[in-house]
T-cell receptor, first 112, second 112 residues
Framework: DAGVTQSPTHLIKTRGQHVTLRCSPI?????VSWYQQVLGQGPQFIFQ???????GRGNFPDRFSARQFPNYSSELNVNALLLGDSALYLC???????????FGSGTRLTVV | QKEVEQDPGPLSVPEGAIVSLNCTYS??????FMWYRQYSRKGPELLMY????GNKEDGRFTAQVDKSSKYISLFIRDSQPSDSATYLC????????????FGTGTRLQVTL
């Protein structure tokens, strides 16, 4: 059974550019969340979607946005990239209440 | 003050030792407690998931939650070099498939 898949695995962008990260959850999982992990830190919550509705948003600027599609896959968009946006972006999925999250391997974004 | 505190280590132990990893937290609303293992440049892997207080055992791993002290632990018996990784504690206040708050992670090195 395929796990959570994220694309691309690595990405280099220039300051001011826009980036779109993609995530495919485990089949049957309706909840998708996004996390940012800076080197040496634990993941920080960005967004949660359940059944295509936003259920939570972390303390990130409006440059960050996301959506969930009818097939439960998800996109994370970041506009006007800053050097500080360089991080590992993790997507996680869950069947819903009563279960933990399964994480993908992440997209490593470098902003230069 | 961070909601979840975790000693970043590194923690170095010989093969076969019992490892104790700990987190403290300040938010009394946390009800779901998880431990994740993260290898270098990979996404976190769910090891243990516990609801409320008590103990849970799975193979060489035992998770303990003491909500009265706001303290959780993960014990690893008969540690192996393959256990060398960063261990992250994570917690949530609502249903399990909701925002996770992570510790910074403890880096563990098991030596031969």
């Amino acid at each position: 059974d395929a796990g959570v898949t994220q694309s691309p695995t690595h990405l280099i962008k220039t300051r001011g550019q826009h980036v779109t990260l993609r995530c495919s959850p485990i089949s049957g999982h309706k909840s998708v969340s996004w996390y940012q992990q800076v080197l040496g830190q634990g993941p920080q919550f960005i967004f949660q979607y359940y059944e295509k509705e936003e259920r939570g948003r972390g303390n990130f600027p409006d440059r960050f946005s996301a959506r969930q599609f009818p097939n439960y896959s998800s996109e994370l968009n970041v506009n006007a990239l800053l050097l500080g946006d360089s991080a590992l972006y993790l997507c996680a999925s869950s069947p819903g209440q009563g279960y933990g999250y399964t994480f993908g391997s992440g997209t490593r974004l470098t902003v230069v | 003050q961070k909601e979840v505190e975790q000693d970043p280590g590194p923690l170095s132990v010989p093969e076969g030792a019992i490892v104790s990893l700990n987190c403290t937290y300040s938010n009394s609303a946390f009800q779901y407690f998880m431990w994740y293992r993260q290898y270098s440049r990979k996404g976190p892997e769910l090891l243990m998931y516990t609801y409320s207080s008590g103990n849970k055992e799975d193979g060489r791993f035992t998770a303990q939650v003491d909500k009265s002290s706001k303290y959780i632990s993960l014990f690893i018996r008969d540690s192996q070099p393959s256990d060398s990784a960063t261990y992250l504690c994570a917690m949530s206040a609502g249903e399990a498939a909701s925002k996770l708050t992570f510790g910074t992670g403890t880096r563990l090195q098991v030596t031969l």
